[in-house]
């Protein structure tokens, strides 16, 4: 429900800390805080104070001090939502958090509702759609990369990469629509061997960027590891040593880890979502089996594979067992070779089998101690060398967002039907049809065009007070 009218308030901070921010935004404003405040300076004259103002005094209910608080003055329209805003900053007790909220009500303002500030922002124009999305996403950021990913959207390169294709294929799809107007007349307006090679190019970004869906969604949420290998391989062991505590449960009896197991690290700023799973067996046992059906489901969603294996089994075995799960992968998955109780063989010997494995592939091979913790940093280099991060340090422009990545999916796709009614000389009114899809599906991208349900979809996952 859009509501503009009304003047709209809610905590702008979490429980806990010392101190709580109380936002209110609309063009009431600062005749409400005026009903409720006492600025220390008697001489201050709250109603036409200017802009990035502070201001120190009391909050009152009646006669009663509640609080004494500093207030932030923003004037429409550089202020976050666009509109006159105050910030009350006050101690953090629930009672007077509680307490300043029922005197804004009471005097006139309404609660905001979830993401309510920020979709103020996008409809009076202060963000794009985009924009606002990657807002939440910073709020949700748990590491340095997802941070990264959001503030670069936030700050607007991905719309205004996505505006300059619009404006192109509009300006294009304006000289074919003006062609029809005169199709008695057999003009032609927009060069065809131009609009191809704009089509095609509109085409090959979109795809990019759609492509970059993958890395993008991986370190949001971060990036999945999947430790497979034979049961007492040390899969646990070294998820101990990772995490650097107790974890999983460590033992010499096969298939002890029946169900997968996971937990995050942070490297580098990249947050890693390490899954250990059941160790890769034939077994009569069927709860293992089901564990073992849950393994090959993890592998499969995971970016990442570091298929551990024992040392002593020696080069033949090992190989065998990679080639094996090589038959189970994509060639989008990363896979590292962990070759585990280095502590039990000798350095020479470390080297000769080290040299057999990789005759037979071409993956990256780390040879560790999970029991003695050695090798882990090789084994965080070879994580922070993968096909995501690589992305991540190009300074390319990733997606993150599930909404943008199916917009440019059906602009790649309608793209698609235009180049092939190019090459089939297929009336020119279709042509402008498929032109005009690309255009729209740009245009939910950075909320030209979009509708309630949208926004009401992407504003209900905000929290209350951004």
Do not use: W
Not at 300 to 324: H, T, W, Y
Not at 325 to 346: A, C, G, R
């Amino acid at each position: 429900m859009i509501r503009q009218e009304d003047t709209i308030c809610a905590p702008a901070t979490g429980s806990g800390g010392a101190v709580s921010v109380i936002r209110m935004s609309g063009s009431r404003s600062l005749e409400i805080l005026t009903r409720i405040f006492y600025p220390a300076d008697r001489s201050v004259d709250l109603l036409n104070k200017a802009g990035y103002s502070l201001i120190y005094g009391d909050i009152k209910g009646g006669e009663d001090i509640i609080d004494d608080v500093l207030v932030s003055i923003f004037r429409a329209p550089r202020s976050y939502t666009g509109e006159d805003s105050v910030e009350i900053s006050c101690h953090a007790s629930p009672y007077i958090i509680k307490k300043i909220l029922e005197l804004l009500v009471i005097n006139g303002a309404s609660t905001a509702a979830a993401g309510e500030f920020t979709r103020r922002a996008f409809i009076n124009g202060r963000m794009d759609l985009s924009q606002a999305e990657a807002v939440a996403d910073i709020i949700a950021s748990t590491s340095k990369a997802s941070h990264r990913i959001a503030i670069n959207q936030m700050r607007g390169g991905f719309s205004e990469e996505i505006r300059n294709l619009r404006a192109e294929l509009l300006n294009f799809a304006s000289l074919i629509e003006l062609e029809l107007d005169f199709g008695e007349e057999d003009v032609e307006f927009a060069d065809r061997n131009n609009l191809k090679d704009i089509v095609i190019r509109i085409k090959l970004i979109a795809d990019k960027l759609a492509s970059s869906f993958i890395a993008g969604n991986a370190i949001k949420k971060g990036i999945p590891v999947a430790i497979a290998g034979k049961p007492n391989s040390g899969k646990s062991t070294l998820l101990n040593a990772l995490l650097m505590e107790e974890r999983a449960i460590v033992s010499d009896i096969p298939g002890t880890t029946r169900d997968s197991i996971e937990e995050t690290v942070h490297h580098d700023g990249i947050e890693y979502r390490f899954i250990d799973t059941a160790g890769l067996r034939e077994t009569t046992d069927f709860i293992e089996n089901l564990g073992i059906q849950k393994t090959y489901e993890k592998i499969k969603q995971a970016s990442i594979v570091l298929f551990i294996d024992d040392v002593m089994d020696g080069p033949e075995i090992i190989n065998r067992r990679i080639d094996a799960l090589k038959e189970f992968l994509n060639p989008d998955q990363k896979l590292i070779i962990v070759i585990n109780k280095t502590d039990k063989v000798s350095p020479g010997e470390i080297s000769g089998i080290h040299e057999k494995i990789l005759a037979g592939n071409k993956d990256v091979v780390v040879f560790i101690s999970a029991k003695n913790k050695t090798g882990l940093d090789e084994l965080r280099k070879s994580l922070g060398d993968s096909a995501i991060t690589e992305k991540l340090n190009s300074n390319e422009v990733i997606i993150s967002n599930i909404r943008h990545y199916e917009a440019l999916r059906n602009v790649s796709e309608s793209l698609g039907r235009v180049l092939e009614g190019l090459e089939n000389s297929i009336p020119e009114d279709i042509i402008a049809i498929d032109i005009r899809q690309a255009i729209h599906y740009l245009g939910e991208i950075t909320g030209e065009i979009t509708s309630d349900e949208i926004l009401g979809n992407i504003f209900k996952n905000f929290c209350i007070g951004k």
